[in-house]
């Protein structure tokens, strides 16, 4: 098997940086299940097609993490909460 790779963008990074470490262990396995299989999230449609959003828990809270993927490579756009999650994603 191949390994993956995975991509952050800066949007991605910026939003992660801000998170408490317990945050960012649930985000890391959310990361980990998204290699394993890509089309865990929500396939999303017009504006975002091509996008997939899965939603996690983590530490209580709904959060939702933005990326695509072809067979080689994750690209990981965004992660946060609801609020605002796709006007951001959309810049």
């Given at each position: ?5 995975v ?18 262990d ?5 990361v980990?299940d ?16 091509g ?30 909460t ?8 959309k810049h």
């Amino acid at each position: 098997m191949t390994d993956i790779v995975v991509l952050q963008t800066n949007a991605f990074l910026r939003a992660y940086k801000k998170l408490h470490n317990n945050q960012k262990d649930a985000i890391d396995q959310a990361v980990t299940d998204i290699v394993l299989n890509p089309v865990i999230g929500e396939q999303k449609k017009g504006d975002l097609a091509g996008i997939y959003v899965h939603k996690f828990k983590c530490v209580g809270q709904l959060f939702l993490l933005a990326y695509e993927f072809d067979p080689a490579t994750r690209t990981l756009l965004l992660v946060g909460t609801h609020e605002n999650f796709y006007r951001n994603l959309k810049h």
